[in-house]
């Protein structure tokens, strides 16, 4: 049932984002009146749909994808001599074109980030520096001599970074070198530590977690926790006089006392109260439990529309960048192709999205978008980069490349295509095998 759901919450999510795409092409074409043939949800066979004017709009038998064909679009199309063909037009208006697709998705993209910022903006209480507040005992951190309360200055090449930027980062080199510099007790470090690759996800883990307040986020009823007075929304200061400023050092600190009587330290209020908890072990669930669920404190709050499209913009600015710099690292072997995913992954992801309620569901559409955005304009034969390369080329020649090096060109496009869907794909079987 869960695979249907899925399935469902998927088609739902690339129905949007061909519709938006296409819908770009479309008006782009129509406004330097291009001739538009058809408006294609899917490949293949076509099942139903219906003609306005002189378009096909049209349901196709695959439908992981879309198109809108235009006449005279391809080199030696019978009516690349009509004065309404893609082909006819101006280098310019063809730019134009072919851009209006990616671009509709970065609107997207913006649009619906903005609109999830309005109703749900999470940000921390203070923006602190990238501070370790929890090490998982023998992960690739612990090795490589990180501790808690260690502060993250550099990752790689990237300076002065934020919890997110280290997230990607590091879930990106799975079984590369990451090279980190943090500071301790005044002094500047430098370790190499190599991530592990996750199973589940494909990423790389490094065993290690934000220094921030932990908040308990919900109490379960009539356990452990309820009993011993523990509320939600309580700050969780310490365990058995351990700090706890990392959602992960909860479970392993508790699980440590073999279900001994634990010291609780919470924060209600501003006054802090000392509790006894005795942890409980049930037979469905791994290690000892207290009977809460926690999370790092944030705050909850709505922005006006100018502050959130200001903060949108510079939201999917910044993962456009993380996005290219990860396509960059695949390419040049520095980073994993585990953390990419295919139709599977993204199946699983919407369905989870959709079931935790309409803010995610959006908000993982609008990273969606922007992905198809920043994938749609690599200089890739066939696709739209591609196609605004080729442009700037034949600009820059101040002539059109001969018909044989096109048709060439668009076959290496096609088989690199079909060659990245095939990887994406064999990659999510492999992630979800594994």
Request: aromatic share 12%; glycine share 10%; charged share 25%.
């Given at each position: 049932?869960?695979?249907?759901?899925?399935?469902?919450?998927?088609?739902?999510?690339?129905?949007?984002?061909?519709?938006?795409?296409?819908?770009?092409?479309?008006?782009?074409?129509?406004?330097?009146?291009?001739?538009?043939?058809?408006?294609?949800?899917?490949?293949?066979?076509?099942?139903?749909?219906?003609?306005?004017?002189?378009?096909?709009?049209?349901?196709?038998?695959?439908?992981?994808?879309?198109?809108?064909?235009?006449?005279?679009?391809?080199?030696?199309?019978e009516n690349a001599n009509d004065p309404r063909a893609f082909l006819a037009k101006p280098r310019w208006q063809r730019m134009i074109i072919s851009f209006a697709g990616p671009f509709m998705n970065i609107v997207l993209a913006v649009g619906l980030l903005a609109v999830v910022f309005m109703v749900h903006y999470e940000k921390l209480p203070n923006k602190p520096d990238p501070v370790i507040g929890y090490v998982l005992p023998d992960g690739a951190a612990a090795k490589a001599g990180l501790r808690e309360g260690d502060q993250i200055v550099q990752i790689d090449n990237k300076a002065d970074p934020t919890w997110e930027d280290i997230a990607i980062i590091g879930g990106a080199k799975a079984g590369f070198p990451l090279d980190v510099w943090y500071v301790r007790?005044?002094?500047?470090?430098?370790?190499?530590?190599?991530?592990?690759?996750?199973?589940?996800?494909?990423?790389?883990?490094?065993?290690?977690?934000?220094?921030s307040e932990i908040e308990i986020a919900s109490v379960e009823p009539d356990e452990v926790a309820q009993k011993a007075g523990i509320q939600a929304g309580d700050i969780l200061v310490s365990v058995n006089g351990q700090p706890i400023r990392s959602s992960p050092k909860l479970p392993d600190t508790i699980n440590a006392t073999a279900g001994k009587p634990v010291d609780i330290v919470i924060k209600r209020n501003g006054q802090l109260h000392d509790?006894?908890?005795?942890?409980?072990?049930?037979?469905?669930?791994?290690?000892?439990?207290?009977?809460?669920?926690?999370?790092?404190?944030?705050?909850?709050?709505?922005?006006?529309?100018?502050?959130?499209?200001?903060?949108?913009?510079?939201?999917?600015?910044?993962?456009?960048?993380?996005?290219?710099?990860?396509?960059k690292g695949i390419i040049t072997h520095q980073m994993s192709s585990g953390s990419v995913m295919g139709p599977i992954g993204i199946a699983q992801v919407s369905g989870e999205a959709a079931r935790a309620g309409v803010v995610p569901f959006v908000g993982l559409m609008s990273a969606v978008s922007l992905n198809l955005a920043v994938f749609n304009l690599l200089p890739i034969p066939?696709?739209?980069?591609?196609?605004?390369?080729?442009?700037?080329?034949?600009?820059?020649?101040?002539?059109?490349l001969s018909l044989k090096v096109k048709e060439a060109v668009f076959k290496v496009g096609f088989v690199f295509l079909m060659a990245v869907v095939a990887f994406v794909i064999y990659n999510d079987i492999s992630r979800h095998a594994g």
């Open positions: 049932m869960d695979a249907l759901h899925n399935i469902w919450w998927f088609l739902v999510l690339i129905g949007v984002m061909i519709l938006i795409h296409e819908l770009g092409h479309y008006w782009a074409a129509r406004f330097f009146d291009v001739r538009v043939d058809a408006f294609s949800f899917g490949f293949g066979p076509r099942l139903f749909g219906f003609k306005k004017g002189e378009t096909d709009f049209r349901f196709c038998a695959i439908l992981f994808g879309g198109y809108v064909k235009m006449a005279g679009q391809e080199p030696g199309d007790d005044g002094q500047r470090n430098h370790v190499v530590l190599t991530p592990v690759k996750d199973k589940t996800t494909g990423g790389g883990l490094v065993g290690w977690a934000e220094s509790l006894t908890v005795t942890p409980v072990k049930k037979k469905d669930a791994d290690g000892w439990k207290i009977g809460v669920a926690i999370q790092s404190k944030r705050i909850i709050t709505k922005l006006p529309l100018p502050e959130a499209l200001s903060e949108s913009v510079q939201e999917n600015v910044k993962d456009a960048t993380l996005i290219y710099r990860l396509l066939i696709l739209d980069g591609g196609v605004i390369l080729m442009l700037l080329i034949e600009m820059f020649m101040r002539r059109d």
